[in-house]
């Protein structure tokens, strides 16, 4: 019998449904998991733990679903697979909340010659690779990346599964950003040039920590406008730890 926690079923789909996610479970994937987990084993683990919410990897700089979106990097092991919408609906039908889990703070090569305005730049002129993942580019938080390109992810995996809210991991960028939007645009509101250190009493370092909150606080605005334009109930919810 599946265990169904009757305070979280009663609040499915609602707008206060967080009150009753008490217990979380997250499975964060790596790229060739689609061809290594077994989707129903997870499931169980939600049953046997009680887990009445799950936090699921969906996409970003790597997709595990079959995403429609141009240059959204789907896993290459997913074959005809769903794996995030297997889960989804496993979730679902025990009863628990669904949040799904993006990270845009990378792109593939494919994605970084066709846009390479999407790389964030160092302060040397750089376009920064992965500090990690050479094979990855860091994309720039600030520009078209995060306001025009993964608007388009969030809104497809709202509309395409049954979930909660759209959880972001690593969305904040890493530092300051030299690419030519960034001076361009920082520039313009300010007066400034970009601050090449951290030194608090540099004015432009204290204007541009004022930018970075603003440009950022208006694209947390827009991705939770577009969540709900699609599923009143749901929201999204940006990761507000610390960054590298």
């Known amino acids: 019998m599946n265990y169904i926690d009757p305070k979280a079923a009663a609040n499915l789909r609602t707008p206060e449904w967080y009150k009753t996610a008490t217990r979380w479970t997250q499975l964060t994937l790596v790229e060739n998991d689609p061809v290594k987990f077994d989707p129903d084993f997870w499931i169980d683990v939600f049953k046997r733990t009680r887990s009445n919410a799950v936090c699921l990897s969906a996409g970003g700089y790597i997709c595990f679903y079959p995403s429609k979106v141009p240059l959204h990097y789907v896993s290459t ?82 509309r395409n599964y049954d979930i909660d809210a759209i959880f972001a991991n690593r969305w904040q960028g890493h530092g300051v950003c030299y690419c030519e939007s960034c001076k361009s645009r920082f520039k313009a509101a300010t007066g400034l040039n970009l601050p090449m250190t951290n030194d608090v009493a540099d004015p432009a370092w204290r204007a541009w920590s004022g930018w970075r909150r603003d440009a950022l606080t208006r694209m947390v605005i827009n991705w939770d406008n577009d969540v709900k334009a699609i599923r009143p109930h749901a929201s999204f919810i940006p990761n507000m730890g610390v960054n590298r």
């Not at 050479?134 to 390109?149: K, R």
Request: aromatic content about 10%; some cysteine.
């Open 77 to 158: 092991f997913i074959g005809n697979s769903d794996p995030f919408g297997r889960l989804v609906e496993g979730a679902r039908e025990l009863g628990m909340h669904v949040m799904a889990r993006v990270d845009p703070h990378a792109i593939h090569q494919e994605a970084a010659d066709a846009h390479p305005e999407w790389i964030a730049v160092d302060k040397d002129g750089h376009p920064r690779r992965h500090w990690a993942m050479p094979e990855l580019w860091v994309t720039c938080a600030y520009g078209d990346y995060n306001n025009v390109f993964m608007p388009e992810v969030v809104k497809e995996i709202t």
